[in-house]
């Protein structure tokens, strides 16, 4: 039976002993990112019929991201890693443009401030087309999705 509209995350838990320890702020950060993805998203494992889904994501020597899926009523859809290697350019041009714009807001012109802001943007679309990319033989997922993911993945990545 398919279930139309139920292709959801409900649930995301981070396992905390596969992170590198991280600051009070790094971690409002991903309560933050979690929050924002689990009041919109869209998340189809690749052959599943329905959800809603709980994923438990946990990294990997470092380098791969693992997603441990299942169906809100328990049932298991199975498990994916991603290589985040490919993405650690594109999150630490992010950083660096972030940490850009909150300089700016400081002393720059409101011109100078949307360009930064726009270049800010551009890596985070960059980022999330990858990950859309990189998740295309496990998930389906829709833009804003990708866009909120790779938020977390930034906040997962970033050391304190």
Known sequence: MDVEGDH??????????????????????????IFDLLEENEFK??????????????????????FDVNRSNGSDRGSFSLNIKPFR????????????????????????IEAIDMGRRGLHNEGSRMLTDSLRNHA???????????????????RT
Not at 45 to 65: A, C, F, M, T
Not at 94 to 110: D, G, K, Q
Not at 140 to 158: A, G, V
């Open 45 to 66: 494992p690749l052959e599943s019929k329905s959800g809603p889904y709980v994923v438990n994501l946990s990294l990997q020597d470092s380098s791969r991201l693992v």
């Open 140 to 158: 389906e997922i829709e833009f804003k999705t990708s866009r909120r993911l790779f938020t977390l993945i930034c906040s997962l990545h970033r």
């Open 89 to 112: 350019r594109v999150i630490k041009d992010y950083f660096m443009i972030c940490e850009s714009y909150h300089n700016a807001i400081r002393t720059a012109t409101s011109a100078q």
């Open 8 to 33: 959801y995350i409900v649930e995301l838990n981070i396992d905390e002993d596969s992170l590198p320890a991280t600051s009070q702020e790094m971690l409002h950060e991903r309560r933050v990112a």
